[in-house]
């Protein structure tokens, strides 16, 4: 199947209220121009460069998710035109995201990504974090920024059952918090599932899919080749 025919059978296997961003990481330009041409519109990156790069490239009504840790330096090259940043894991980030919106006359949408793997390596705040951090003077006086939701990343594993018990506790934050509003903070979307865990996120009430290679095929293997001196 071609990428167009790929993304075009996802879509419409889902149900209307779930956002599907493909994410197109170490594609090339025309990988993504061939899903635009069957009218979708949001796109995922994990490098902000890359992002970067591809934005000046590419048609400019694309909607551009930041989906990777963020360093706090590289915010302002994005800030222009990103569409929503998912994985945002600390009120320093926030801070540094919400200036670098103010310095372009824009409200820019994040969403807090949950901690919900067992992986040491996956990043993300606890529940108790969020909520001291939605509480905090500091988080309310950010008038740059709006959190719009939570994002998690399961552990990478088939084990069925404990994907059903990771996604199902981001759930439950997500339903514990989502009461809360003010000016900054209104949480509707839930972003979790990648290509092999998504119909299991959905059954757990997701409504935002981050899908890459079920699209675009199988990536490079990134491995970090470090001399080992
Ligand atoms: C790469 C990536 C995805 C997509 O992964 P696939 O398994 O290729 O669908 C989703 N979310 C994040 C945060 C990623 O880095």
Same mark, same amino acid.
Request: aromatic content about 6%.
């Given at each position: ?12 296997? *889902? ?9 197109? &990481? ?5 990988? %993504?121009?061939?899903?635009?041409? !069957?009218? /979708? ?27 990777? /840790? ?14 929503? %940043? ?16 103010? &310095?372009?006359?824009?409200?820019i949408s994040c969403l807090l990504q949950i901690k919900i793997a067992s992986e040491e390596t996956k990043f993300g705040l606890t529940e108790t974090e969020v909520s001291k951090l939605l509480a905090s003077e500091e988080f309310k006086s950010f008038q ?27 759930? #439950? ?15 509707? !979307? ?9 119909? %299991?996120? *959905?059954?757990?009430?997701? #409504? ?17 080749? &470090?001399?080992?001196?």
């Amino acid at each position: 199947m071609t990428i167009a025919e790929k993304l075009q059978k996802i879509k419409t296997d *889902l149900p209307d209220y779930v956002t599907l961003v493909a994410v197109s &990481k170490t594609k090339p330009s025309s990988d %993504i121009l061939e899903a635009y041409q !069957t009218g /979708h519109r949001i796109f995922g990156e994990n490098k902000i460069q890359e992002m970067v790069g591809k934005y000046e490239e590419l048609p400019k009504d694309i909607q551009w998710h930041m989906i990777g /840790h963020i360093q706090r330096n590289k915010v302002k090259y994005m800030a222009p035109f990103v569409s929503l %940043i998912h994985a945002v894991d600390s009120l320093r980030l926030l801070k540094e995201i919400n200036k670098q919106a103010l &310095k372009n006359n824009r409200i820019i949408s994040c969403l807090l990504q949950i901690k919900i793997a067992s992986e040491e390596t996956k990043f993300g705040l606890t529940e108790t974090e969020v909520s001291k951090l939605l509480a905090s003077e500091e988080f309310k006086s950010f008038q740059n920024i709006k959190v719009e939701g939570l994002m998690g990343m399961a552990t990478f594993t088939s084990d069925k059952n404990q994907l059903q018990k990771e996604f199902g506790l981001l759930k #439950n934050i997500f339903d514990n918090l989502c009461q809360l509003k003010t000016e900054n903070c209104e949480l509707k !979307t839930l972003s979790m599932g990648m290509s092999d865990d998504y119909p %299991i996120a *959905l059954e757990n009430g997701s #409504n935002m899919i981050r899908v890459g290679s079920s699209i675009f095929g199988k990536r490079a293997c990134s491995i970090n080749l &470090k001399p080992t001196t």
